[in-house]
């Protein structure tokens, strides 16, 4: 079951960029947001980046700041169109994140930014096989996406925002065990740090073989 709302925030860009403010609050603000995958990452500029699912550019428009080579990938035309406008300083792949246009070895860090709750539960476990095969050995995945609240009194918010704005999908990734996935990938997790109430996670993984 999908709302309106949904349907709002992919059809027009003022209306997400809305509804990710409000939503970023939680963690200080937008601009916080957009920085939280900075924290405890030794920074090379000349490392090969992918803004994984990339959307309109929003984190995109953070890595080009710190990172000289960055690419976008995503499989919505009008997001590509849109990160391009936004963006111009990356590159842009309009591909299914599952099934990568890359050679093997190609990126030193994999992000992915409140993406991978609209995926199905294979389609995730493929497209985290896919970042493990595009990752340089000792390359580093970075995961931002939904929790299961730790704290009680962030239940209400987070269940009302999934019924808004989300599908099934974001509520089966409460429940996906995405530590293990990423071991079995050939990804050791290395930390996870919890925001808003244990509702967000910001996952740091990195390729051991």
């Known amino acids: 079951m999908t709302t309106i709302l949904r349907d709002w925030s992919y059809r027009y860009q003022w209306f997400y960029d809305t509804v990710s403010a409000m939503a970023a609050l939680s963690v200080g603000g937008e601009a916080r947001f957009r920085k939280l995958f900075l ?14 699912c ?12 710190h990172f000289k080579d960055v690419t976008g990938l995503d499989a919505s035309p009008i997001a590509i169109k849109r990160a391009k406008q936004n963006v111009p300083q990356a590159q842009y792949v309009e ?14 860090l994999v992000i992915t930014s409140t993406a991978l709750h609209e995926m199905e539960s294979e389609q995730l476990q493929e497209i985290i096989q896919e970042v493990q095969r595009v990752l340089t050995p000792e390359g ?10 730790t704290n009680p009194l962030y239940w209400l918010p987070i269940a009302t925002f999934l019924w808004l704005f989300e599908t099934e999908t974001a509520w089966q990734l409460l429940k996906t ?3 293990q996935m ?10 996870r740090q919890l925001y808003a109430g244990g509702s967000l996670q910001v996952l740091r993984s990195r390729k051991v073989f």
């Open 177 to 179: 065990d995405l530590h």
């Open 39 to 52: 924290k405890d990452l030794q920074v090379n500029p000349e490392a090969k980046v992918l803004d994984l």
């Open 140 to 149: 580093q995945f970075i995961i931002i996406d939904f929790h299961r609240p």
């Open 54 to 65: 990339c959307g309109a550019g929003q984190a995109t428009q953070e890595l080009v700041k």
């Open 95 to 108: 591909a299914f994140a599952e099934n990568m246009p890359f050679s093997d070895r190609s990126f030193d």
């Open 182 to 191: 990423l071991n079995t990938s050939g990804l050791t997790v290395e930390s």
